[in-house]
């Protein structure tokens, strides 16, 4: 049977959420607003729109729109600064052999991400030509937890969502999964996405008689 599996990009296949905060602390110490880990936790799978507002909203700050679009392209430049310097050893494990062993299943592989930098990542760690289709946040009007990033890859690849299998790191992610009556797959802590239909630490957790219950299940 042909599946497609729709990965998520940070947080499921490399760690960029570290860069997104250095450089949202930045824009933040420079309007004095304070920024924890634990408020970046937050901001994961969240647009880079949305990030801002949410910021301005702990500090109590309003701003005017053309500072709001300067912030905004001045934390993308500096992120893309740390981005420039990735390469495949910022892969997250196991990655690489999850892609393979689909690939050599002959599965179809998607990339679903609400990141505008997406295919940029996947250059410089070297999986672009892994995926078939890339749906980033350059081809959706609503973000996660609205289906459509999850429904576009699937009808790109011309599979019905009961036959997609989402790996996500974000609550909003996983119900995006859900909605779109795909089966969702938590990569992270069981805690946070319990909402989820398996959940694994990260990949090296799975092993491939459960990509072959996957190949053969269908979302109900
Ligand atoms: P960008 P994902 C998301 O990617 C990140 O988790 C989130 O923190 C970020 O704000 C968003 O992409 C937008 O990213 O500024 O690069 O467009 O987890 O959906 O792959
Ligand atoms: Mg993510």
Known sequence: MKKAFIFDLDG??????KYHFLAWQNLASSLGISFSSAQNEQLKGVSRIRSLEKILEWGNKTISEEEFTRLMSEK????LEYISKMDATEILPDVPRVLDLLISKEQAIA??????N?????DKVGLRDKFQTIVDG????????DPEVFLIGAQELDI????????EDSVAGIQAANIANMISIGIGDAKVLHEADYIFKDFTEIKEEFI?????????
């Open 160 to 167: 019905s969502p009961e036959d997609c299998i989402v790996f």
């Open 212 to 220: 072959n219950t996957l190949v053969k299940t269908q979302k109900v």
């Open 111 to 116: 990339l679903g991400s609400a990141s505008k």
């Open 76 to 79: 993308n430049e500096e992120y």
């Open 12 to 17: 499921v296949i490399v760690d960029t959420a």
């Open 138 to 145: 350059t081809n959706v009007s609503k973000a996660k937890p």
């Open 118 to 122: 997406a295919r940029v990542i996947l």
